[in-house]
């Protein structure tokens, strides 16, 4: 292969070295990416000079781009790629989502019924502190839970809405169309699902979207998730990454869950996103239904 791999993490994140992302890469280069990425939740590429389009022409590599329902932070140039920024234009209004503020544990797209899996972060501006972005693994998390609380959660289905996740955001983001808001109506997802290539069973959870467990009371539901968030989330599960300008991260929702710290709202802070959906033979898709 004409790159090389350094794990940042033992199980959860991966860098790779020696290739420049916007040069066409060969058959075997894509290929030897999409098997590391089958296994390696988060890649990270530093040093990459990348504009909107070879940004996304590298990730389609990956599977079809998907425009989510947050037009409103879509680039006006590629409308597949996602500004996350606390940045504003010229009438003070912000040019992309997500501000300035820290974002609690999450899935993206997990309040879809079929939710686009792959996501790519780009980093152009940062601040000199804060805005750490970390994962955590939730295969690992998985292996971790005791015997009583696996038994207790497997085959289980959470409920995610979107609803809930807007509460937790700042200003403008709270607010979606009324197209948004029809596609989005409350989901149910299994709490858990064997990763197709591998075999393990991982968590697929998100902190700031479920609200319950199907067929189980309110208070018992929250109890029950409220104990495989803090058992997930141990530091030993978690990488963080601290960005560099150029710094491009792929990761996997289907098996993670990512945060993101705080930063100072008088910083820059400026990211480009896309979306990917992601070929089921290789990654976990979760399957959802309408909650009832
Ligand atoms: C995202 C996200 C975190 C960050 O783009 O989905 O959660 O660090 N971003 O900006
Ligand atoms: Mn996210």
Partial sequence: MPFETLPLHPSLACEVRGLALWEALEPETIAGLRELWSTWGVLVFRRQALNE???AAFCALFGPLERTVRTDWASPS?????IISNLKDGQGRPIGGLGDGEIEWHSDQSYMMHPATGAALYAVELPPEGGTTSWVDLRAAFSGLSEELRRRVEGRRAV???????????????????????KTPPVVHTLTHAHPVTGAEALYLDWTTTTGIAGMAEEAGTALLDEVYRAATRPQYVYTHHWQAGDLVLWDNGFTMHRREPFDPAARRLMKR???????????VPEGALAE
Avoid: C, N, W
């Avoid at 590629?78 to 996602?82: K, M």
């Avoid at 995610?160 to 029809?182: C, H, N, P, T």
């Avoid at 896309?274 to 976990?284: F, S």
């Fill in 53 to 55: 389009r070879e940004l």
């Fill in 78 to 82: 590629v409308p597949e790629i996602g």
């Fill in 160 to 182: 995610f809405s979107y609803v809930k996740r807007l509460a937790g955001y700042q200003g403008k983001d709270r607010v979606i169309s009324a197209e948004a808001q029809e």
């Fill in 274 to 284: 896309t979306t990917m959906i992601l070929d089921p033979a290789r990654h976990i």
